[in-house]
């Protein structure tokens, strides 16, 4: 299995921005699909947006379409997500997590590995 590190989580305030990563350990980074979850305090664990094994194809959950985007550089065996125009209610711990299998997933349970998570708080 591949190991996650997510980090550039933190505190801000509405309407900022804020770029989270994910490192992948491997050489196999690009046969891995891509996605970003949270979960906040009380709620269940939530797709946010996915990308497939190149970068081409993303998917965005409607919380946060317009406002993130996934990008990935394989070469670097790393994910992104960045985040603009904050809201109080993106606060929760981010998770990344990584597909092995084809395609490019939106629910939990099509992902096989997950990273430890990393907090953002939104301040209003």
């Known amino acids: 299995q591949v190991q996650l590190v997510e980090s550039g989580g933190g505190l801000v305030q509405a309407g900022d921005s804020l770029r989270l990563s994910c490192a992948a350990s491997?050489?196999?980074?690009?046969?891995?699909?891509m996605g970003w979850f949270r979960q906040a305090p009380g709620k269940e664990r939530e797709f946010v947006t996915s990308?497939?094994?190149?970068?081409?194809?993303?998917i965005y959950a409607e919380p946060v379409k317009g406002r993130f985007t996934i990008s990935r550089d394989n070469a670097k065996n790393t994910v992104y997500l960045q985040m603009s125009s904050l809201k109080p209610e993106d606060t929760a711990v981010y998770y990344c997590?990584?597909?092995?299998?084809?395609?490019?997933?939106?629910?939990?349970?099509?992902?096989?590995?997950w990273g430890q998570g990393t907090q953002v708080t939104v301040s209003s």
């Open positions: 491997g050489r196999t980074f690009s046969s891995y699909a």
């Open positions: 990308i497939s094994r190149s970068g081409g194809s993303t």
């Open positions: 997590a990584a597909r092995t299998s084809l395609g490019v997933g939106t629910t939990a349970s099509d992902f096989d590995s």
